[in-house]
């Protein structure tokens, strides 16, 4: 649904465009895997980030620009019709991560952003596929994009995690031969966000079988949605968090970021004139101390003992005499947070007790 053009003095590319902006000002690179720029598969992730309302422009990343001799690994939109092995693959695989292949890419990928900008675009991101996961994961190391994602990626580590400068977000399969469990766990424990898909194979999301393969199509569904929901959230303006020490009677419409510090507990007395709505106490904190929240029945899903979680829009309610932290309709608990609380203060504020004087 899109067309080729030249991007900068002669790199060739694809570029969708939305038909109705998301809103967002972002534009996604899409980084194609070891098949090439030829093969439609890739260029389909253009049309369907334009689809909802993203500027998306894939570069031909194997052109003689680059110095490859190969268009891409020999293929067609379903069948690698040459081994992924022997020596011929493993020179086409060293020439596309060389240090001075990096380089170019990287210019390359610049070229693309400033494309991106003159369709006027303010925030950026990458997505990459199998090796592409690689080269997004290399180009999010520059810090000039807001989000990138690895779909299927490989070569990755917890190094190379730590490298990039600003998010990224893995998606993966389990026993895939290029990403290993112990690859993945590993940036787990270093801070990354990663998706396993069970049962699917490397490259699932661009050469499964979608007309004859439930599964495989619905976990592609799945996973673009994921990246698409990934995109939008990265162009969010980032809360400003008050802190749990500086609460007091009259806080209202707070934003905080806490750690669960127990599991809900029924309240000791439940509150009078709530009809059949059960109250829960759970404490919570951050480093400038701690506080009991309270939460209905309807809002105890999720919340878990070592969880950190977002109270948007909460307030204090005082009740008999002791502060309590509450989130009413006008108010959201958010449970998928990005953001670690280290440590825990002391000074626990719902344990003070406040005397209300008469006007």
Same mark, same amino acid.
């Given at each position: 649904m899109g067309k080729e053009l030249l991007v900068g003095k002669s790199m060739k590319s694809y570029y969708a465009a939305p038909k109705a902006k998301s809103g967002r000002g972002m534009g996604v690179v899409v980084v194609h895997d070891i098949f090439g720029f030829a093969l439609p598969n890739c260029k389909y992730i253009c049309d369907y980030l334009a689809a909802r309302g993203f500027d998306a422009v894939m570069p031909d990343l194997y052109s003689e620009k680059q110095g490859v001799d190969l268009a891409g690994w020999p293929t067609t939109?379903?069948?690698?019709?040459?081994?992924?092995?022997?020596?011929?693959?493993?020179?086409?695989?060293?020439?596309?991560?060389?240090?001075?292949?990096?380089?170019?890419?990287?210019?390359?990928?610049?070229?693309?952003?400033?494309?991106?900008? *003159?369709?006027?675009?303010?925030?950026?991101?990458?997505? %990459? #596929?199998?090796?592409? +996961?690689?080269? /997004?994961?290399? @180009? &999010?190391?520059?810090?000039?994009?807001?989000?990138?994602?690895?779909?299927?990626?490989?070569?990755?580590?917890?190094?190379?995690?730590?490298?990039?400068?600003?998010?990224?977000?893995?998606?993966?399969?389990?026993?895939?031969?290029?990403?290993?469990?112990?690859?993945?766990?590993?940036?787990?424990?270093?801070?990354? *966000?990663?998706?396993?898909?069970?049962?699917?194979?490397? %490259? #699932?999301?661009?050469? +499964?079988?979608? /007309?004859?393969? @439930? &599964?495989?199509?619905?976990?592609?569904?799945?996973?673009?949605?994921?990246?698409?929901?990934?995109?939008?959230?990265?162009?969010?303006?980032?809360?400003?968090?008050?802190?749990?020490?500086?609460l007091h009677p009259q806080s209202q419409g707070v934003t905080l970021l806490v750690k669960v510090l127990g599991e809900p507990i029924e309240a000791d007395e439940q509150r009078k004139g709530a009809g059949h709505t059960m109250f829960y106490d759970v404490a919570c904190g951050d480093e400038t101390g701690q506080i009991t929240m309270s939460l209905k029945d309807t809002q105890t899903e999720g919340i878990v003992k070592h969880k950190v979680i977002c109270v948007r829009n909460g307030s204090i309610k005082m009740v008999r005499g002791f502060m309590r932290l509450v989130v009413d309709k006008w108010g959201k608990l958010d449970r998928d947070v990005e953001g670690t609380v280290e440590c825990i203060g002391d000074t626990d504020l719902s344990s003070l007790e406040f005397e209300v004087y008469p006007a």
């Open positions: 939109e379903a069948e690698v019709t040459k081994p992924l092995e022997g020596e011929d693959f493993s020179s086409f695989w060293s020439a596309i991560t060389t240090s001075n292949y990096w380089a170019g890419f990287q210019e390359d990928i610049n070229e693309c952003i400033n494309f991106l900008q *003159k369709k006027g675009c303010v925030h950026f991101g990458i997505i %990459g #596929f199998c090796w592409g +996961g690689l080269a /997004a994961e290399m @180009a &999010a190391k520059s810090g000039r994009f807001t989000l990138a994602v690895s779909a299927h990626g490989c070569g990755h580590t917890a190094e190379t995690f730590r490298e990039v400068k600003g998010n990224i977000f893995y998606i993966t399969v389990d026993d895939d031969p290029f990403f290993g469990k112990a690859a993945q766990d590993a940036i787990i424990s270093a801070g990354g *966000k990663l998706k396993v898909f069970i049962g699917m194979k490397h %490259g #699932f999301m661009v050469r +499964g079988d979608y /007309a004859n393969d @439930a &599964a495989v199509k619905a976990a592609a569904d799945e996973a673009m949605a994921l990246a698409e929901t990934a995109f939008s959230n990265s162009c969010l303006r980032k809360p400003t968090y008050s802190k749990v020490g500086a």
